[in-house]
């Protein structure tokens, strides 16, 4: 599994990590032993990198992860955190008596003492242009509460005011082969400024990997079903954005511009990491075996230059019309 620094933290992750979304069991049940099964696989295949927030199952995620480090000390996993989504989302409440309630909640579930990095969980767009804000981001890593702080961001213009700010050691943004906006302004101004970019959403919620078809349906539980009209939070989190209909059609195509022997997973996990400027990227996993597959992307060549170039194109044609104004 190949290393790269995390931006400002100083810290060296594995370029595929494992989000654990689906862990805290908001994409339909999984119990706590099948999703221990699942970090555990995942770090036997290389991953040292876990993204995690405190409204996944409303600490759930966090609290697995907290007893999966407990019980493996040993191993030198990063876990990223996410805060600010259980309150209502005003700017008012990003502010530093709240971040110390949020970020101990955190360290409670996740059994430390100093959080590895905190992100601010796509929070409203005022939040990133406060200075007040980053100041008591400033006074959480002075406190000794994180080690490290970043943002979550739904939009491009998000990420580079983020990008600005001196202490900001990451950024997490929505970046696969159905979302190509971030190639332009923000992985270079990352690199720049020496600031770690971690793609989310890497699969379009599924549709990249193939598995699904016009006729595919979900549980009542699950985002990709409640969500799709962006009733629950912002609709680029559900397949990056695009119809499902349209997806599935574009995602047959990508997978026929992939070298044989390359899963369509494989091939949209490796196009993220060939993307100069990405850290990681972050695939969720319901069983041990997505968690195998999806940590082997680390070890499959650079797409050949014929397939993203295809890639490209196929991103022009079927889904730009449809995202890259809005994100």
């Known amino acids: 599994m190949e290393l790269r620094r995390l931006g400002r933290t100083g810290r060296d992750i594995s370029v595929i990590g494992l989000g654990t979304w689906q862990l805290g069991a908001d994409w339909g049940n999984v119990d706590e032993a099948d999703a221990l099964a699942v970090l555990d696989a995942a770090v036997e295949h290389g ?28 191993h ?9 989504r259980r309150a209502e989302q005003v700017p008012e409440n990003y502010v530093l008596r709240n971040f110390r309630d949020w970020t101990d909640r955190s360290r409670r579930n996740l059994g430390v003492e100093r959080l590895d990095l905190v992100q601010l969980h796509c929070p409203p767009t005022p939040v990133y242009s406060s200075g007040e804000v980053f100041d008591a981001l400033d006074t959480l890593v002075e406190e000794g509460r ?38 332009e302004r923000v992985l270079p101004a990352a690199i720049q400024a020496g600031v770690g970019i971690i793609a989310r959403v890497p699969l379009a919620s599924g549709l990249l990997s193939g598995r699904y078809t016009a006729a595919s349906t979900f549980p009542a539980d699950d985002h990709r079903n409640y969500n799709r009209q962006g009733a629950a939070f912002d609709v680029g989190e559900t397949f990056s954005g695009v119809d499902f209909e349209t997806g599935v059609a574009a995602a047959q195509d990508f997978s026929a511009l992939l070298p044989a022997g390359t899963t369509p997973a494989q091939g949209a996990l490796r196009w993220i990491i060939d993307q100069a400027g990405v850290t990681t990227a972050i695939p969720g996993a319901r069983n041990i075996d997505q968690a195998r597959k999806n940590a082997s992307a680390a ?25 890259h104004h809005r994100w």
């Open 47 to 74: 991953v040292t990198f876990f993204d995690t927030a405190d409204v996944y199952g409303d600490g759930r995620s966090e609290q697995v992860i907290g007893r999966y480090l407990a019980a493996h000390p040993g």
């Open 299 to 323: 070890g499959v060549p650079p797409l050949p230059a014929e397939a993203v170039a295809g890639i490209a194109a196929l991103y022009e044609e079927r889904i730009k019309p449809q995202v």
């Open 146 to 183: 994180i080690a490290h702080y970043g943002v979550s961001v739904e939009t491009c213009d998000e990420a580079l005011t983020a990008i600005a700010r001196p202490g900001t050691a990451s950024v997490q943004i929505i970046l696969n082969a159905f979302r190509l906006k971030p190639l």
């Open 76 to 84: 030198d996993i990063f876990v990223a955190t996410k805060m600010g």
